[in-house]
């Protein structure tokens, strides 16, 4: 896996350093897409925030991204990201689909061990994803604002482990939330 990013770090970096230092218009482009998300669908003001990198090669953008997620459970996801855009004009519609795995933040309704240092609640990583629609406006060559809107899908998972007094029997529930909010996101690619 190490060898893997290795080499995949390598050819954007080469990618990004020759686009840039040359005249020549060189048809791969390093992109760095950051946005703010807003969770509808929630009693309080819930933002995230992410960010994905990646190359850039005609209408099509491709990159690996991180990002902060507080609806339902708070958590970090890395995911994969394929986005298309329509024109060529300033102002270019587009679709972005990402995917990929949910990590679940450990908080305090949810201890890693009970009291007598048995393990308590295991949280499980699990698969994310989202569909988004969107429009970007071209502020100059190399950067553009854009905003989105659309559904994103993650599961929150967990098992529950105890044991019950006098038989001292082991038990494990398990616990499975699917979370679906509508998402608008707002920010700027570079």
């Known amino acids: 896996m190490k060898k893997l990013l290795l080499i995949i ?14 005249k020549e218009q060189f048809p791969i482009k390093f992109r760095s897409i950051n946005g703010v998300n807003y969770f509808a669908g929630s009693t309080d003001m819930q933002l995230g925030i992410s960010t994905v990198n ?4 005609k209408q099509w953008f491709t990159g690996l991204g991180l990002s902060f997620d507080p609806y339902g459970h708070k958590g ?8 298309k855009s329509f024109g060529t004009g300033i102002w270019q519609p587009f679709i972005n689909v990402e995917g ?11 201890p890693e061990k009970q009291a007598n240092g048995e393990d308590y609640f ?23 604002f854009f905003i989105k809107a659309g559904y994103q899908y993650k599961q929150f998972n967990y098992t529950i482990k105890g044991w019950s007094s006098p038989q001292y029997s ?18 700027l690619e570079l």
Not at 9 to 22: A, D, F
Request: hydrophobic share 35%.
């Open 100 to 110: 990929g795995i949910y990590f679940p933040e450990r908080t305090t309704d949810f």
């Open 170 to 187: 082991v038990f494990d529930y398990d616990y499975s939330f699917k979370y679906t909010p509508f998402v608008f996101s707002i920010g």
């Open 122 to 144: 295991v949280l499980k990583k699990t698969f994310c994803g989202s569909l988004y629609i969107g429009y970007k406006k071209t502020i100059n060559t190399n950067n553009a």
């Open 54 to 57: 990646g190359i850039a090669w």
């Open 9 to 22: 770090s390598t050819i954007l970096l080469t990618i990004s350093l020759y686009s840039q230092s040359t």
């Open 76 to 83: 970090n996801a890395i995911f994969g990201c394929i986005e």
